[in-house]
Structure formats: C-alpha cells, structure tokens
C-alpha cells in the first residue's frame, strides 16, 4: 500500500483527499504539527508528498527544500496560488508537479498514480531516520541538522543508524561491535568508544549535545 504524507492546514480539504485516495487502496497521513513537518515525514516515510504553500509557521517551499536536502521522494505541490511565478518556484524547490485549487479529485489521482507508476517502477525511495531536528538518510548515509550535512565516516554512520533504528531502547557494545565489523578494520572494545566519541564531537558540534546517551556497562541508546 502507498503511503501519501499531505500537509494542507484546510481540513475539509484533506479530508477529502483521504477519502479519495482511500479508494485507491493508498493511505494518507495528514500533518498534525505543522512546526514539526520533518518528524512526521520521517515518522511516515511516505511513497509521495502533497504539500500546500500557505501554512501555519513556515510555508510550503520551505517544507520542500528540507525534504529535497534528505530525500527524493516525489512531491507535488496543491495551492490556489497557482500563478507563473508560484509555479516555478515549486519547480526549482524540487517539486515533481503542481496542481491548482480547486481541483478535481479524478485529476488529482491521475496525476498522483502517474508519479508513483514512474517512481517506483525503478525502486522505492530511501527511508529518512529523524530525532532532535537530526536526518539520517540511508540512501547516501548523509546526516542533516538545520539544514546543515554533518560528514560522517561509515562506522560513524553505521553507529547512528543502529541507535536511530532502535530508538529509546539500548544497543548493546557486542551488537554495535558487530555490526563494525562488516568492515574491513580491527574493530575491538576500544575502537568502538573511539567511534562514539567521534561521533559525539560531531554531534556537539551541530548543537546535538547529549544526542547519545551511555548506560555503563551495557550499551548506547538515543531516547
């Protein structure tokens, strides 16, 4: 089942389109907290975003630069600002298309199916990890913080993704250490307490302090 992630402030509006793409066997989320747009994107890790101009604290081209900087999910614009220039804005952001308010719904999930035919006929998109405003994107191992990319080494980056997936719970030193030696490195007990205080440092650095947190003698965990 396709998941669609709509972030429209007009609720009868959404509505709407639930119902809608419903019947086409796709679920939609619709954002609940339009100052934590990221989260939710990351919470759904939808197929395809429909995504309003005019919203609540930040518009609709700023939610779409921050999805463009972590993912390539299609996304398509919904707006009555539909003039030339709005247009092109919503094109040069990264959208994938535009569709004017009011629309008709049968337009609307011609234009949705298309994108997702084209789309996934050559590979669903990368998921996105979020915690604290950070983006772990595992398509290209890239981390985000404020729209900033935080380099990371690939220990580094496999370290993060293991705590991000297993949020609010511990993973174990052993699990970590094995997890590095997929590698082609040494990887012993010390090697791993390096990689996390690397890993640390940068995090810090980013203004993402305590971002992971020590329980002695067992493991690591982000909560």
Avoid at 121 to 136: I, K, N
Wanted: hydrophobic share 45%; aromatic share 8%.
């Amino acid at each position: 089942m396709y998941r669609i992630f709509l972030v429209e402030d007009d609720r009868g509006i959404a509505e709407a389109i639930a119902a809608q793409t419903a019947l086409w066997d796709m679920e939609t989320v619709c954002v609940r907290d339009f100052r934590a747009v990221m989260a939710e994107f990351s919470a759904c890790a939808p197929h395809l975003v429909l995504l309003d101009i005019s919203l609540p604290f930040f518009d609709g081209y700023h939610w779409c630069r921050e999805i463009r900087s972590v993912s390539r999910v299609p996304v398509v614009f919904i707006s009555s600002a539909a003039d030339n220039m709005n247009i092109v804005m919503a094109m040069n952001m990264g959208a994938d298309d535009f569709i004017a308010k009011p629309f008709d719904q049968s337009v609307l999930m011609a234009k949705i199916n298309a994108l997702l035919r084209r789309t996934y006929d050559f590979g669903a998109s990368a998921g996105v990890f979020e915690h604290r405003g950070a983006l772990l994107n595992t398509g290209d191992g890239s981390l985000t913080c404020a729209g900033e990319k935080i380099g990371l080494t690939k220990n580094e980056y496999r370290i993060l993704l293991a705590l991000m997936q297993s949020k609010g719970r511990i993973v174990s030193r052993e699990k970590l250490m094995e997890l590095l030696w997929e590698s082609d490195e040494f990887v012993d007990d010390n090697t791993l307490t390096v990689n996390v205080a690397r890993l640390r440092k940068k995090l810090d650095a980013a203004g993402l302090r305590d971002f992971i947190r020590t329980k002695h003698g067992v493991g690591y965990l982000i909560e």
